[in-house]
T-cell receptor, first 116, second 114 residues
Framework: NAGVMQNPRHLVRRRGQEARLRCSPM?????VYWYRQLPEEGLKFMVY????????ESGMPKERFSAEFPKEGPSILRIQQVVRGDSAAYFC??????????????FGNGTRLTVT | QQQVKQSPQSLIVQKGGISIINCAYENTAFDYFPWYQQFPGKGPALLIA?????SEKKEGRFTISFNKSAKQFSLHIMDSQPGDSATYFCAAKTNTGTASKLTFGTGTRLQVTL
């Protein structure tokens, strides 16, 4: 019963390169959330996706950042033309369809992006 | 305001003592309040959660106390153990469609000493 899988665990990019972070949700989960965690800080919401739909992207920077969750395959968080300030841990979480009540979010172990 | 304030930022407790972490929120639409535990190099893991229709929830050594009128909730760790040393995050969530994301506090780094 695999949990939320994120890869790579560590990613090093030079300024100006592109970073692609992948997230496979838990089996049966159709909702994916991306969060960013800066050192010594909490988790900041970035985007909430369902299959083929962006539900809430209010936490995404307006430029260089994009996310998708295709019908087949993992969710992808893409950061174009990375800058040093993008260095952070990026966490993906998934949940089943919300339905009634609240379904807990299950987090992956994150991708630690370092921009040199 | 989608904001959750958490204190203290760090906490040192002796083994066997009680660890207390506090959170306050502003958005009265929040209706689900989980606590997450995070170890270094790992993702946050759900510890315990409460809804606003109860004032307290206990699971083993972990208790959430909830004060709806004050818009505050807290995590109590009884008989704290060195293995409890981690960062703890409170969070809050509404259950209304597109607003169903979790909003996190800034975290409390707990160290339990021998």
């Amino acid at each position: 019963n695999a949990g939320v899988m994120q890869n790579p665990r560590h990613l090093v990019r030079r300024r100006g390169q592109e970073a692609r972070l992948r997230c496979s949700p838990m089996k049966g989960h159709s909702h994916v959330y991306w969060y960013r965690q800066l050192p010594e800080e909490g988790l900041k919401f970035m985007v909430y996706l369902q299959k083929e739909n962006i539900i809430d992207e209010s936490g995404m920077p307006k430029e260089r950042f994009s996310a998708e969750f295709p019908k087949e395959g993992p969710s992808i968080l893409r950061i174009q033309q990375v800058v040093r300030g993008d260095s952070a841990a990026y966490f993906c979480a998934s949940s089943p369809p919300q339905g009634r009540g609240n379904s807990p979010l299950h987090f992956g172990n994150g991708t630690r992006l370092t921009v040199t | 305001q989608q904001q959750v304030k958490q204190s203290p930022q760090s906490l040192i407790v002796q083994k066997g003592g009680i660890s207390i972490i506090n959170c306050a929120y502003e958005n009265t639409a929040f209706d689900y309040f989980p606590w997450y535990q995070q170890f270094p190099g790992k993702g946050p893991a759900l510890l315990i959660a409460i809804r606003p229709d109860v004032s307290e929830k206990k699971e083993g050594r972990f208790t959430i106390s909830f004060n709806k009128s004050a818009k505050q909730f807290s995590l109590h760790i009884m008989d704290s153990q060195p293995g409890d040393s981690a960062t703890y995050f409170c969070a809050a969530k509404t259950n209304t469609g597109t607003a169903s994301k979790l909003t996190f506090g800034t975290g409390t780094r707990l160290q339990v000493t021998l």
